[in-house]
Structures are given as C-alpha cells and as structure tokens.
C-alpha cells in the first residue's frame, strides 16, 4: 500500500508521511496523486463546476495582518464601502449570469454592525430567495455569527491561515492567536453554518510540518468548504521582499484535501490564477470544484489588493467566464446553476 491508498483509506497520515507526500520526486506517486484526487472529485461532483459570486463590499480593515495588503497600516490604498444598491447591482447581475451563490468578503470594517450587516443579508435573501448567501467578515463574536445567521447567512468563510501557533504569531501582531481563530471555527459550525476554512500555501516562515498540522486541524474541524492559495507577496506590506508560494505545493495540497474530505466544496482560487494563467484550470484538475469570480464592479476590483497581481485575472465578469469555460470546456467541465451546497459524507458513528 502506497501513501496514496493510505491517504484515500484511512483519510489521514503521519507528519512525515505528509511532508514525504508534498516533497515526492517520484512522477508516479505524483501522477496517482493527481489523478486519484480528480476521480474522486469527479465520482461526486462530475464535471460540474459550482459558481460562488465574490462581492468584496468594503476593503476597510482595523486589523494588521503582516501579509495582506488590506492591512490598516497600508495607507497607499483608496478605501471603499459599495452603497447597498451596488451590491445588490452585483447580485442581480451576478444572478441573471447564473450565479446562485454570493459571497459577501470584505476586511474587518466596523461600520457593519449587526444590524447593517443583517439588513444587506436581509435585502439579499427576500430578492434571491433561492440563493445562497457566503460571508467572509473575519472574527466576530458567537452572537454577532449567530444574529447574522439569522438573517438568513448560510456560510462562513474564515481561513484559519497556519494550524501552527508559532507560525501563526509570525505572520500577524502578537495580540492576534490562532487559539481564537479556531474557536470562531467552531462557534461558527455549532451555530449552523456550511463552514469554510484554509490557509495559505507557502506563507513566509512556513516548514512543511506546519502544512501537515493545517491538515491535522482540518481533519479535526471537518469543514463544508476548504480555501487555500499560494501566498502572493504584496508590495505595501512588511512581506513585499518575501518569496511567493508554488503552483506545484498548492496543487498537492488541493489534491491532499480533495482525497481526504471527498464531498467538500473546494474552491479553484483566485490567487491561483494570479500566479498562473491556468492556475484555477490546474486547479480543478487537481480535484477542485469550485470557482469564485469577482462580480465587484471593475472599479472598485483594483482597490481591493490582498495581493500584487501577477498573471491577470482582473477584467469583466464576463471576460473572466469566458476565459473561464475556455479553459475548462477541453477537459469537459461545465460551471452549473446550483446553489452547490455541502451534502455530508453519510457515517454510522
Ligand atoms: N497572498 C495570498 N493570499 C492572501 N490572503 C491575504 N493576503 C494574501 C496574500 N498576500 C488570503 C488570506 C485570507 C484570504 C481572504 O486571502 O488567506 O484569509
């Protein structure tokens, strides 16, 4: 039995086998690697690609995160907040394309309280009843997730960014602990919500142990959705010098994931394409089955900087799902009109 069945078998590995797996230099563990994840997304999801809208609503952030160009210390970004009619702009445009999922992303802005935020979720789901509202607004409180919930949220998407302590405080201000993050995780799951969680692929400081506990962690939290990408350096942060994350890693880590939670939702990320023109295609064949174009105006996409750009994937909606279904039509993926929403693995425990 190679690492491959043992990852496909038990769901899970040693550290070091972990770490053997994402190093291996031997094509043909490396072409099972790839090909396993692929069948298994195609068993469950065929080759339908589910569609997530991204509104990045505000790029207004209080919070300091040494790699993210929204960071509060970067002054050299115009900040926004979209008026509630332009996101709702973006959601009807996003819906007569198809889209039955909206995600609603922004840094954290305290101006949304509960009660702005539940009315934008509100206005949302009495409009588009039959689509699915993601939020991705960072930490909040237990009651602030649960009001929100209540307004009619579905999903929660909040990286946990490194399941290692140490690496966590490397890559954010030392008031900041990975140990809150988790428990917003989990407050998030017992509320109700299809939780996303993730971390980014090659993050400065990050030893390949520390990738084999962001799977440990996952494993333990078992999330709806799982997002990861490369790290892509920004020139307004502390990490601008600092060397960008592979193609190659992040793909063995999607295709990790992808044979250790056969039903996630796992998306095809926007940094992926950033670092390569194919990057989201390589994606989905790596066991993805999800994208998540921008339906933020175009105006506003190019304040919203968490990264400096490299291969475009900036442009107009439907330049981009063009591009999109271009590059997946060869390989006979479609994108689909579904909510898309998680259906759990059935289990006797
Ligand atoms: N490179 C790649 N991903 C980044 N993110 C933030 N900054 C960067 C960067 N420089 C990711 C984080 C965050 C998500 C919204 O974007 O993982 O959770």
């Given at each position: 039995?190679?690492?491959?069945?043992?990852?496909?078998?038990?769901?899970?590995?040693?550290?070091?086998?972990?770490?053997?797996?994402?190093?291996?230099?031997?094509?043909?563990?490396?072409?099972?690697?790839?090909?396993?994840?692929?069948?298994?997304?195609?068993?469950?999801?065929?080759?339908?690609?589910?569609?997530?809208?991204?509104?990045?609503?505000?790029?207004?952030?209080?919070?300091d995160?040494?790699?993210?160009?929204?960071?509060?210390?970067?002054?050299?970004?115009?900040?926004?907040?979209?008026?509630?009619?332009?996101?709702?702009?973006?959601?009807r445009?996003?819906?007569?394309?198809?889209?039955?999922?909206?995600?609603?992303?922004?840094?954290?802005?305290?101006y949304?309280?509960?009660?702005?935020?539940?009315?934008?979720?509100?206005?949302?789901?009495?409009?588009?009843?039959?689509?699915?509202?993601?939020?991705?607004?960072?930490?909040?409180?237990?009651?602030?997730?649960?009001?929100?919930?209540?307004?009619?949220?579905?999903?929660?998407?909040?990286?946990?960014?490194?399941?290692?302590?140490?690496?966590?405080?490397?890559?954010?201000?030392?008031?900041?602990?990975?140990?809150?993050?988790?428990?917003?995780?989990?407050?998030?799951?017992?509320?109700?919500?299809?939780?996303?969680?993730?971390f980014?692929?090659?993050?400065?400081?990050?030893?390949?142990?520390?990738?084999?506990?962001?799977?440990?962690?996952?494993?333990?939290?078992?999330?709806?959705?799982?997002?990861?990408g490369?790290?892509?350096?920004?020139?307004?942060?502390?990490?601008?010098h600092?060397?960008?994350?592979?193609?190659?890693?992040?793909?063995?880590?999607?295709?990790?994931?992808?044979?250790?939670?056969?039903?996630?939702?796992?998306?095809?990320?926007?940094?992926?394409?950033?670092?390569?023109?194919?990057?989201?295609?390589?994606?989905?064949?790596?066991?993805?089955?999800?994208?998540?174009?921008?339906?933020?105006p175009?105006?506003?996409?190019?304040?919203?900087?968490?990264?400096?750009?490299?291969?475009?994937?900036?442009?107009?909606?439907?330049?981009?799902?063009?591009?999109?279904?271009?590059?997946?039509?060869?390989?006979?993926?479609?994108?689909?009109?579904?909510?898309?929403?998680?259906?759990?693995?059935?289990?006797?425990?």
């Amino acid at each position: 039995m190679d690492l491959i069945d043992k990852l496909q078998t038990e769901g899970m590995l040693t550290e070091d086998e972990f770490c053997r797996l994402l190093w291996t230099e031997d094509g043909e563990i490396r072409a099972k690697l790839f090909m396993t994840a692929q069948q298994i997304a195609i068993e469950n999801f065929g080759k339908r690609i589910f569609i997530r809208g991204l509104i990045e609503f505000t790029n207004y952030c209080w919070r300091d995160c040494f790699y993210c160009g929204l960071r509060c210390a970067n002054k050299k970004i115009d900040r926004y907040r979209m008026p509630n009619e332009v996101i709702l702009d973006c959601c009807r445009i996003g819906y007569e394309m198809g889209f039955r999922t909206f995600v609603l992303q922004g840094g954290e802005d305290h101006y949304y309280t509960d009660e702005v935020m539940g009315n934008i979720i509100r206005a949302i789901k009495h409009l588009y009843p039959d689509c699915a509202i993601t939020l991705s607004l960072g930490e909040r409180s237990y009651r602030s997730y649960k009001e929100l919930f209540a307004a009619g949220a579905d999903r929660y998407l909040l990286r946990h960014e490194t399941a290692d302590s140490l690496h966590y405080s490397r890559l954010h201000p030392p008031s900041y602990s990975l140990a809150v993050r988790q428990d917003c995780l989990y407050d998030l799951k017992s509320i109700g919500y299809q939780v996303g969680s993730g971390f980014m692929v090659g993050s400065p400081y990050q030893l390949t142990e520390y990738l084999a506990k962001d799977f440990e962690f996952l494993r333990k939290l078992a999330p709806a959705m799982i997002g990861i990408g490369p790290f892509i350096p920004n020139k307004n942060t502390p990490f601008r010098h600092q060397k960008a994350g592979s193609l190659e890693l992040t793909l063995r880590c999607i295709a990790i994931l992808r044979i250790m939670f056969p039903k996630a939702n796992i998306p095809s990320t926007t940094a992926l394409g950033t670092l390569h023109p194919e990057g989201r295609l390589h994606g989905i064949l790596s066991g993805a089955n999800v994208l998540m174009p921008n339906l933020s105006p175009v105006e506003v996409q190019e304040h919203y900087t968490l990264y400096d750009k490299i291969a475009g994937v900036d442009g107009s909606l439907s330049h981009n799902l063009e591009l999109l279904s271009n590059q997946l039509a060869p390989h006979g993926y479609t994108m689909v009109v579904d909510r898309g929403d998680y259906v759990p693995e059935k289990t006797n425990q």
